[in-house]
């Protein structure tokens, strides 16, 4: 129903920045909540950040406040995920996805991107 494609990721130096972005299909795109999730190797999905459909709301695990921002344009169907003061337990394969609400659990979210690379060397 929604098309997922994320972009942005790479390698990077612990320490520094890396945007990513989503790019969502069609009208549908500002009518849902959406999600940002990462998964590591030999660990679970995590969740990373959340943000309502309006923008009105943002949700960070412990883990990324204060130095991940989501944010999103709907005019541009987008999504970001703004990444500073990146650490090597960030690398992992991030995911965006779409659904009814911005809930922190995968099972809130129908919908999902490919996955985008981040790799952070310390």
């Known amino acids: 129903q929604v098309q997922l494609v994320e972009s942005g990721g790479g390698l990077v130096q612990a320490g520094g920045s890396l945007r990513l972005s989503c790019a969502a299909s069609?009208?549908?795109?500002?009518?849902?909540?959406m999600g940002w999730f990462r998964q590591a190797p030999g660990k679970e999905r995590e969740f990373v950040a959340a943000i309502s459909r309006n923008a009105g709301n943002t949700y960070y695990p412990d883990s990324v406040k204060d130095r991940f921002t989501i944010s999103r344009d709907n005019a541009k169907n987008t999504l970001y995920l703004q990444m500073n003061s990146l650490k090597p337990e960030d690398t992992a394969v991030y995911y965006c996805a779409a659904g009814i609400y911005p809930g922190t659990t995968q099972s809130a979210y129908n919908y999902w991107g490919q996955g985008t690379q981040v790799t952070v060397s310390s």
């Open positions: 069609g009208r549908t795109f500002s009518t849902y909540a």
